[in-house]
């Protein structure tokens, strides 16, 4: 059987999309496994994924064929792989929770994705407690002073690795402006969200300090616009009273892991289309 493709377009909403789509894979022998759309009225904009069985014909071929469709319709789209691992690249600092949960699912094959680099501002001492087997780890301190050499490094070793997304998994140092528009669209972050929201130090303490009844955390793409990019997933944990701020941080390492790896895995199964400053979120 040949390996399945992902289709995935957006496009200015207009008559007759689905049934051109799908009327090209059809006629060229695809068989559907998995379709989802969603018409924004807000933007007019469509979206759309379609996971396929290819049949014996060539995703190169098929490229060829809806190139000339898709730019009649305005396209954004890319036919890829379903099965084949994304490059990854991991950055992360001192706090190795989240590394160590998405190296975890990684080796169990809950996330298709192939960890090409694993970057941190600490020695490798830091998370001396967490195995990352043979993933090549890279040291790169960081000062104001040397931010931007630091940073030409970073996009040096995801280049050479041709890493398709990046994670900051954890990872506590701000983006430049050049750096977030460089990985513009592959760069995942994590961070803790609260109602309200605290900022700054130890945010589980000022949480606790003020008595809120829930935690939680969000994914999101990194944009130049700190803590502000296009939201992939979220998830919240109610607390009470009895909880003390040790209670609070444990539970929030839980909440990011988990949020983190899910929004690792939409986008690894491209599932996850921009919308503006927004997300297209197909779930499966």
Known sequence: MSDALILTLSCPDRPGITANVTGFLFEHGCNILEAQ???????DAFFMRIAFNPAGASADALRAGFA????RQEMDWKIASRSRPRRVMLMVSKFDHCLASLLYRWR??????DPVAIVSNHPREAISHTDIGDVPFHHLPITRDTKDEQEAQVRAIADETDAELIVLARYMQILSDRQAAYFSGRCINIHHSFLPGFKGAKPYHQAHARG?????????????????????HQDAESISHADSP?????????????????AVRLHLEERVLLNGQRTVVFKG
Do not use: W
């Open 68 to 71: 000339a469709f898709a730019l």
């Open 212 to 232: 809120v009844k829930m935690i939680g955390a969000t994914a999101h793409y990194v944009t130049t616009d700190l803590d502000e990019g296009p939201i992939i």
């Open 37 to 43: 759309q969603f018409n924004d009225r807000e933007s």
């Open 246 to 262: 040790d209670d609070l941080v444990r539970k929030g390492r839980d909440i990011e892991n988990r949020v983190l790896a899910e």
């Open 108 to 113: 169990i094959g809950e996330l298709a994705m």
